[in-house]
């Protein structure tokens, strides 16, 4: 089993940045690629970056290519999500979760063991 905890969400202006932070028990860990996901209000939960295990692959949701960077370190079980030149609409809660079924890496239903997220806010 894995427990998340994110951190690192807050208030920020527009083409501001911010670095999320998931860590990760269980012993597992490694083992996983990762996923971050993201839900606004209102919304569905939408896939925004995923990490292979290795950390040598990347996958990012058309919308944050170019401006967010997904990262891990395995010794200390830790993902990083770096989000540059914000924009108000990328305002939600930012969850992170192990790919643990072998579906879609872009289809949250691929991933459980959600964490309780954390609020990026931006504002114009």
Same mark, same amino acid.
């Given at each position: 089993?894995?427990?998340?905890?994110?951190?690192?969400?807050?208030?920020?202006?527009?083409?501001?940045?911010?670095?999320?932070? @998931?860590? *990760?028990?269980? $012993?597992?860990?490694?083992?996983?690629?990762?996923?971050?996901?993201?839900? *606004? /209000?209102?919304?569905?939960?939408?896939?925004?970056?995923?990490?292979?295990?290795?950390?040598?692959?990347?996958?990012? *949701?058309?919308?944050?290519?170019?401006?967010?960077?997904?990262? $891990?370190?395995?010794?200390?079980?830790?993902?990083?999500?770096?989000?540059?030149?914000?924009? /108000?609409?990328?305002?939600?809660?930012?969850? @992170?979760? /192990?790919? !643990?079924?072998?579906?879609?890496?872009?289809?949250? !239903?691929?991933?459980?063991?959600?964490?309780?997220?954390?609020?990026?806010?931006?504002?114009?």
């Amino acid at each position: 089993q894995v427990h998340l905890v994110e951190s690192g969400g807050g208030l920020v202006q527009a083409g501001g940045s911010l670095r999320l932070s @998931c860590a *990760a028990s269980g $012993r597992t860990f490694s083992s996983y690629a990762m996923g971050w996901f993201r839900q *606004a /209000p209102g919304k569905e939960r939408e896939f925004v970056a995923r990490l292979s295990w290795s950390g040598g692959s990347t996958s990012y *949701a058309d919308s944050v290519k170019g401006r967010f960077t997904i990262s $891990r370190d395995n010794a200390k079980n830790t993902v990083y999500l770096q989000m540059n030149s914000l924009r /108000p609409e990328d305002t939600a809660v930012y969850y @992170c979760a /192990p790919q !643990r079924f072998s579906g879609s890496y872009y289809d949250r !239903r691929s991933y459980d063991y959600w964490g309780q997220g954390t609020q990026v806010t931006v504002s114009s």
